[in-house]
Structures are given as structure tokens and as C-alpha cells.
């Protein structure tokens, strides 16, 4: 168990919906990491944030958006979803920057 | 822009065998290298880490890892396979160009141990 735990496991929605998948880090660490993993692409990097905030940003679309509350958990919301979209969306934390992340067992995510 | 490319989708060894997981990496200045493995319906797990200093490291469940810097690789070893080592593994250097810590990973190579 890596201490980082992701909810819901499974989301099966439709196409056009709006979904938020959620991620608590373990204890104490400041930076939450979203990554999407699908057949095609592979783990692709989302959005980073570090103590609430935004640090960078990656091959995330404009109509998925993140954010990380103050008690350092972190959403991560999917909004007109397509098929596309389906994928294991994965969330990790590390204590710091540049230490090794720890990943959630991820959202299965399933647009139909 | 830094890159790790995993050359095989899939590694198929014997139980007992050595088994090896090729790894290159692209990255201007010093590589922070990384290899996690995956196991169905779970997330990453760490096996071992490249930051400085001897070019073999030890890592978890008996995996070793071998920097070579004049090949650029950094090939994921074992002397002897397991049938639970059977898994997806992936390969990742830590972008240094952004300084946020995010990993960039590998396509992921498929281990199938055989009995």
C-alpha cells in the first residue's frame, strides 16, 4: 500500500458528462501528480501542484482542470467527456519536489 | 526535450533465467533515472532509482539496474526470474528542465516469466 489513495476506484458515466475523481497523498506530502494511462498513449503527465498550487501542466486538455485544497488532497475534474477520455487516471504524491512519487491504484474511468 | 524510449513491448524469459528490460534515455544534463513496475489493476510501484554514484543499483524484489552513460541506457536486470515477476514495467527520467520533480515515462514493457 503506497499510502496514496484515489476514489472512486471504477466511473463509468456517459459521453458529455462531468466527472471529478479525487486523490488524498500520504501524510504530510505537499506535491500531487495526475497522470492518464491509456493503450494508445501510454502515462501521459497531467498537472503537477505543489502546496495548493499550480506547478506545471502537461498534456492536459482545456476541458479537464485540476485543483489541491488546503488539507493537500487534490480533484481532478473531467468535464464533456468523450470515449476518448476513457482511460486509468493515475494520482501520485512525494514529500517534496524532486523526490520519488508514490502512486494511487488509479480510477478506472469508462465513457460510453 | 527528454525522453525514455523501451525498445520491446514485451520480454518473455524463463523462470529461473536472467531477465533484462532495455531502457534508453535522452536528457540534457545529468539523467535522474527511474524504473517502476506495474502489476494488474494497481498502481506504480517504485523498484529503484539513478541519481549519482555507482552504475549498478540495487533496488527492490531483487532488481538491479545498470547506468550506462556512454550508451545512454539503463537496463532493468535480474539473475534469476520469477513467475511473479511477470508484470508491466515502465522506464522514467525525471524532467529537469521543468525543476516540478514530474516523471516522463516509457511506452512500458510487458515481462511474461514462463514456468
Known amino acids: 500500500d503506497s499510502g496514496v489513495t484515489q476514489t472512486p476506484k471504477h466511473l463509468i458515466t456517459a459521453t458529455g458528462q462531468r466527472v471529478t475523481l479525487r486523490c488524498s497523498p500520504r501524510?504530510?506530502?505537499?506535491?500531487v501528480y495526475w497522470y492518464q494511462q491509456s493503450l494508445d498513449q501510454g502515462l501521459q503527465f497531467l498537472i503537477h501542484y505543489y502546496n495548493g498550487e499550480e506547478r506545471a501542466k502537461g498534456n492536459i486538455l482545456e476541458r479537464f482542470s485540476a485543483q489541491q485544497f488546503p488539507d493537500l488532497h487534490s480533484e481532478l475534474n473531467l468535464s464533456s467527456l468523450e470515449l476518448g477520455d476513457s482511460a486509468l487516471y493515475f494520482c501520485?504524491?512525494?514529500?517534496?519536489?524532486?523526490?520519488?512519487?508514490?502512486f494511487g491504484s488509479g480510477t478506472q474511468l469508462s465513457v460510453l | 526535450a527528454q525522453s525514455v524510449a523501451q525498445p520491446e513491448d514485451q520480454v518473455n524469459v524463463a523462470e529461473g533465467n536472467p531477465l533484462t528490460v532495455k531502457c534508453t534515455y535522452s536528457v540534457s544534463g545529468n539523467p535522474y533515472l527511474f524504473w517502476y513496475v506495474q502489476y494488474p489493476n494497481r498502481g506504480l510501484q517504485f523498484l529503484l532509482k539513478?541519481?549519482?554514484?555507482?552504475?549498478l543499483v540495487k533496488g527492490s524484489y531483487g532488481f538491479e539496474a545498470e547506468f550506462n552513460k556512454s550508451q545512454t541506457s539503463f537496463h532493468l536486470k535480474k539473475p534469476s526470474a520469477l513467475v511473479s515477476d511477470s508484470a508491466l514495467y515502465f522506464c522514467a527520467v525525471r524532467d529537469t528542465a521543468s525543476n516540478t520533480g514530474k516523471l516522463i515515462f516509457g511506452q512500458g514493457t510487458t515481462l511474461q516469466v514462463k514456468p
Open positions: 501520485a504524491s512525494s514529500p517534496r519536489i524532486n523526490e520519488k512519487l508514490f
Open positions: 501524510s504530510g506530502d505537499l506535491s
Open positions: 539513478y541519481i549519482t554514484g555507482d552504475n
